[in-house]
């Protein structure tokens, strides 16, 4: 089969390799359609930490095909459409035990620790199987619907602890593909009003677009006093930092409304991660500060059922569809920026 594996030299490669087979417990599945994502551009240029100098593997997590061979005594039936969620928790440790498998630290992961979907196949381990990593999609829908699920799974579960419903004002800090996400879901919960900051302009129009009620652009607009402004003094009840720059995280705490709720999406370089925080803001104002990373299969469930319900909306963050066989030009697309997601098709 052909795939796009990442070499013991550091370069990403396409190649022809045998197709896999299920062994006892195991499910493979034909890859309809695999988005790109910044973990996938990293390890791409040799920095990932689960890649390590000498690694032949090919990456690939956010997986839509169809089932191709079913040896889980499971009643998947050959050529069922499923969203795989990537990650495989240990299922034994403190977090797995506590719902919170992206978190174990011994996880194995689609595309991360052993082969994933940029191939014509992708196995599905049996411990993966029984974790739920399989989802089943609806009938009547295809894969462009529901390749979003991943990354929605990751936004899901950063919004959780948010909570964002009616009468709230919800700020995202950066509009790539996270912070599109987090204003078409909150618009979906039916908030106040969506405002999004991002400093190119093709991105704020694409905010616009996708329903934003307000954009800032925080090169030329303060973005904490902006923000004040579009809400009567009162602040954002909800904010979320899906851009990796250190003074956005102390505007979040700066543009929150008293009792507002704050989600750390973004991470920032290793070793820069120390930040000067006010945090008689988040005493005074009883702010919420979370983070979170990655997602587990039940966050990927109920990202499946979102994009589900609506496979239009979604569908709209997907921006260039190419074939597995050109991936190097893929890629090439996806490092310049132009893209929002772009999906290979094997
Ligand atoms: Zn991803
Ligand atoms: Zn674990």
Redesign the pocket.
Known sequence: MLAYEYQADGSMRLVEKPTPTAGDGEVTVDVEMV??????LKIARGEHRLYPAGTVRVPG??VVGRIRENRSGRDYREGQLVALA?NVGCGECGPCRGGRSNLCANYSSIGLTFDGGFAEVVTVPARGVEAGNILPVDDGLDPIDVVMT??VA?VVRGLRPLNPGPGDTVLVCGAGPIGLTALLLAKRRGVAQVIVSQTSAPRRELAATLGADHTINPREEHLVERTMELTDGQGADCVVVATPVASVFQDALRAAAVGGRVNFFAGLPSGKGEVLLDANLVHYRELVVTGSTANTPEDNAEALAEVSASPEVYRQLVSDRVPLAQAEEGFARARSGEALKLVLEP
């Open positions: 988005g790109v994502c910044g973990t996938d997590h956010e990537p991943e990354p990751a």
